[in-house]
């Protein structure tokens, strides 16, 4: 019998196979949303690459529809997201491809949870502490991520579409310790990096209703010396 039905949208990626694997060892259903298939994930969402925000919506949410029938899910928890880099001289190309990375998941998590979230579930949003200020070497991620704080905030508010109750929370992490990031920043401290587990961990924490954060909290992830604080924007 499962614990509960969840949703990771970006569950193929590092982090987002990391929260599946750790739910499903938790006796949760878990699903995931991505591009490509997570073959522990209890059922994929394939995402269309080249369809349009209302075209990968409607085929998704489709999709979810016919996975959980009469059921309603506990939590989303979307994770979905990458990294450019690039200041006002190579703005655009970035720019876009840290909206469709970033913003479209969360606007679709967004609507996937006022159609299948239950009264009381949780849905995360992937924000980045960076982005809490300027981001002038990267200025395309830093506008992307700040809208999803301000996703977050909304969908915390009066009337914002939620089912009652849920909570609504946005993670800002620093930089997450992934395989990809210690390839490409093999001289880093390591030790001011988030793991992967904690993070698993805290979603564990907050699903079942644990050190949860007021709805709309920006929460930052601090790590200093392998220790992780969470710190309210």
Wanted: glycine share 10%; proline share 5%.
């Amino acid at each position: 019998m499962a614990q509960g039905r969840v949703l990771v949208y970006g569950g193929k990626g590092a982090l987002g196979s990391s929260v599946v694997n750790y739910l499903k060892k938790k006796s949760y259903w878990v699903g995931s949303i991505d591009l490509s298939v997570n073959e522990h994930a209890d059922a994929n969402v394939l995402v269309k690459s080249d369809a349009s925000m209302p075209e990968q919506e409607e085929d998704v949410s489709a999709q979810v529809g016919v996975l959980l029938g009469e059921h309603k899910l506990d939590a989303i928890f979307c994770v979905a997201g990458g990294w450019a880099g690039g200041n006002a001289k190579k703005i655009v190309e970035p720019a876009e491809a840290m909206w469709k990375q970033s913003v479209w998941p969360s606007v679709i998590t967004a609507s996937l949870a006022s159609k299948y979230l239950k009264e009381g579930g949780v849905v995360t949003l992937p924000g980045a502490q960076p982005a809490l200020q300027g981001t002038p070497g990267m200025i395309g991620y830093g506008i992307a991520k700040a809208a999803v704080h301000q996703l977050t905030k909304s969908l915390a508010g009066e009337n914002s579409g939620l089912p009652p109750s849920s909570t609504v929370l946005a993670t800002l992490p620093i930089t997450l310790d992934t395989p990809m990031n210690r390839k490409w920043m093999t001289s880093a401290d390591f030790s001011t990096w988030t793991s992967l587990d904690f993070v698993s961990e805290l979603f564990h924490k907050w699903l079942v209703g644990e050190q949860r954060p007021p709805s709309g909290s920006l929460v930052q992830l601090i790590t200093k010396n392998n220790e992780t604080d969470l710190v309210l924007a």
